[in-house]
């Protein structure tokens, strides 16, 4: 049989470099490597991406960056390698969100924009309140500590705290209500009191 492009393409897909992986290996590697993966990667675009309405066109992105890369060499082991492009990939649009085309505004200076940086005074105090914060979170019991930071700054729910420290969410939302109840006790309780306080 002569070898036309058609049924080369079949068995390889070639690339100008020369490289080529076979279509029905990288097909079942996508398929038993890659698509198992996708519960964890949901998860992950989940936690880090606050437009929950592009989660699949992001997972999506992702899977044609990953077969693509895999069509010049398939990556072992896969799952750091999915994790990899899936960080790259929102870090990406991240900065595109940040980006404002300048060619839409003809005249900058008609713009009467204010800056949005804060004077120097605002700064200061933000920085201080946030050394208070910070004091006042010191201050809490450690997982009472660890249970705040994981609900306010990194935004996870109670279900995931619990999992994630190897408790039970009642005792979450315990840890929680006491972690609130002493950091307004230690951020707007009497000064007083404060400075006799362990």
């Known amino acids: ?12 897909d070639l690339r100008p470099d020369g490289a080529a992986v076979k279509a029905h290996e990288l097909k079942n590697w996508f398929v038993s490597e890659i698509l198992p993966l996708e519960p964890s990667l949901m998860q992950f675009l989940r936690h880090n991406w606050r437009h929950k309405d592009d989660l699949a066109d992001l997972r999506q992105d992702i899977y044609v960056r990953i077969y693509e890369a895999a069509e010049k060499q398939i990556p072992r082991p896969a799952k750091p390698f999915l994790f990899a492009v899936a960080r790259n990939l929102l870090i990406d649009r991240y900065r595109r969100e940040r980006i404002i085309p300048i060619d839409g505004v003809p005249d900058l200076e008609d713009i009467n924009i204010a800056a ?6 605002r700064s200061t105090v933000a ?3 946030l050394r208070r914060v910070q004091a006042a979170l010191d201050q809490l019991p450690p997982r009472c500590r660890e249970a705040v930071i994981l609900r ?3 935004g996870l729910s ?5 999992t994630r420290m190897g408790i039970a969410e009642k005792t979450v939302k315990n840890h929680l209500n006491d972690g609130a109840n002493l ?11 404060e400075e006799h306080a362990p």
């Open 1 to 12: 049989m002569v070898e036309t492009p058609e049924t080369t393409r079949e068995a390889f």
């Open 116 to 121: 949005d940086e804060p004077g120097p005074d």
């Open 127 to 129: 920085r201080d309140e």
């Open 152 to 154: 306010q700054v990194e």
């Open 158 to 162: 109670r279900r995931e705290i619990a």
């Open 183 to 193: 950091l307004i006790d230690i951020l707007h309780g009497d000064p007083a009191s």
